[in-house]
Every structure is written in C-alpha cells, then in structure tokens.
C-alpha cells in the first residue's frame, strides 16, 4: 500500500507566498513521476504541475513563472513553491503519485489540503 501525506497550504494574502510538501511511503519499487492538482469549487480538478523522475517538468499555463515544483527522488517528495498567489488560486491542493508496485503502475492520491488566497 502506498500512502501520500501533505503539508503545507493555508491562507495567504494575494501576492503572498505558501509551499506545498507531499510525502510518500509504503511499499513500491519506484516513483514515475508526482504531480499537483487542484480543484476550486464548482470546477474540474486540473492539473498544476508535474515531475518525472528523470526530471522532466509541466506546468499549466496559469502558473508558470509563480509556481515551482521539485522532487527529491531518495526521499520520495514533491513540493510545490507557491509565488505571487492570486485569489484564482484558491482552490484544494492534492499530490499525486504514480508508482510502480511490484510493476502494478498505479496512481495514488493524497488527502488534500485547502490553499486560501484572500485580501
């Protein structure tokens, strides 16, 4: 089983700045690549950005040049810097994994947690 643990998120003035972590553990051969979403109300979850494991990286147009995202493959985590926040941004985070177990390439998803950006 693998498991995702977020941290991170809260409330943040516009212009302000919060950084996501998510961490994974369990029992897996590797990690493929981990990514953000985020899903505001009443919208569609989309995704943020994306890492790979070789270090290929994406992002939506909406964030680029504010938001950064890194992975550190021995530890299994992905954080996302979140820069120059607009109220747009408001929405739940969740971390995404795709692992290979035992070569069941699967994705697995986080709990999610609330980014709040508000004058």
């Known amino acids: 089983q693998v498991h995702l643990a977020e941290s991170g998120g809260g409330l943040a003035l516009p212009g302000g700045s919060l950084r996501l972590s998510c961490a994974a553990s369990?029992?897996?051969?590797?990690?493929?690549?981990m990514a953000w979403y985020r899903q505001a109300p009443g919208k569609q979850r989309e995704e943020v950005a994306c890492m790979t494991r070789d270090g290929s990286i994406t992002y939506i147009d909406a964030v680029k040049g504010r938001f950064t995202i890194s992975m550190d493959n021995a530890k299994n985590t992905v954080s996302l810097q979140m820069d120059n926040l607009k109220p747009d941004d408001t929405a739940v985070y969740y971390c995404?994994?795709?692992?290979?177990?035992?070569?069941?390439?699967?994705?697995?998803w986080g709990q999610g947690t609330q980014v709040t950006v508000s004058p």
């Open positions: 369990g029992s897996f051969r590797s990690i493929r690549d």
């Open positions: 995404k994994a795709y692992v290979d177990v035992d070569l069941d390439i699967t994705n697995y």
